[in-house]
């Protein structure tokens, strides 16, 4: 292979369709991609049976236990009834597969479509269902998946990106408000009363697919130890009284299977700052990815970082706001 090929390119239709039939299925030839960029994740047409979604992991992301770690969540919460897209289990219970140096997993293809943040309805069901999810997520911990912290989303992330990407005319400013920043989350997570539970962690609209009036929840590749506030505030959008009328029923909801504590509203911008920071180091961690840089193609420009650093800045801002309250 050469130096300058990334591994995700050897994933060729042939390769992938061996994978899949590898576990006893029989491909009829049609493979499509789907939108990912961490994973690469693709339907495969089976012969007499529905299409079936690979999902084949980014090497040295995460562990072989990690990643069972997160599946056997997900089939737990299916026990449970709950509307969580789980991975395909083969005869001898194993989730996780091996081939060609890459590891899969097979899921059913669900359907769908976004979910409507601005219908009170749907807010409602989406807090319910996020209340039965946390009510097992508190059960137990993860023993393998890491929490969400200012360490690993916050100080690394920055850290990353002032040694290899910043410009040299936006290194101060940069270093500056971001020592502002991280000293203003440290002391918002250490004074919000978190409790750590089994989250999905990236709990975006691009995570849910709304199909016969019920939320599907999907991907759980983030999921790690968080609180559960990291699961809600996401949904919240607007200005502050849309965001307290999205939250009064999130709440509402999720509070007829899981308590909530108000107090971790303090952390949600201080979360949000987090994923703001990581988001960036995300992208500079994977620019050797020929995919990122086709896609993002923004990124890592003088004006990027020029805006980036004005973001920041107003998240500091926002840090210091009233917090979100429950009427």
Known sequence: MPHSQHPFQTLTPSFIMDAVESQGFRCDCRTSALNSYENRVYQVGIEEGQPLIAKFYRPGRWSDQQIVEEHDFTLELTEHELPVVAPWRNASGETLFHFGGFRFALYPRQGGHAPEFDNDQNLLILGRMLGRIHSIGALRPFRERPSLDSGTFGYQSVALIAERFIPAEYRESYQAVTAQLLQGIDEIMAGASLRYIRAHGDCHAGNILWRDGAPHFVDFDDARMAPAVQDLWMMLSGER??????????????????????????????????????????????????????????????????????????????LEEPALELP
């Open 241 to 318: 009284p849309r965001q307290l009328a999205q939250l009064a029923q999130l709440v509402k909801g999720y509070g007829e299977f899981c308590d909530f504590s108000p107090a971790e509203l303090r952390a949600v911008e201080a979360l949000r700052a987090l994923r703001m920071l990581h988001y960036s180091a995300w992208l500079a961690s994977r620019w050797e990815d020929p995919i990122f840089p086709s896609t993002f193609p923004w990124f890592n420009t003088t004006r990027y970082w020029g805006e980036h650093i004005l973001q920041l800045r107003e998240q500091l801002a926002a």
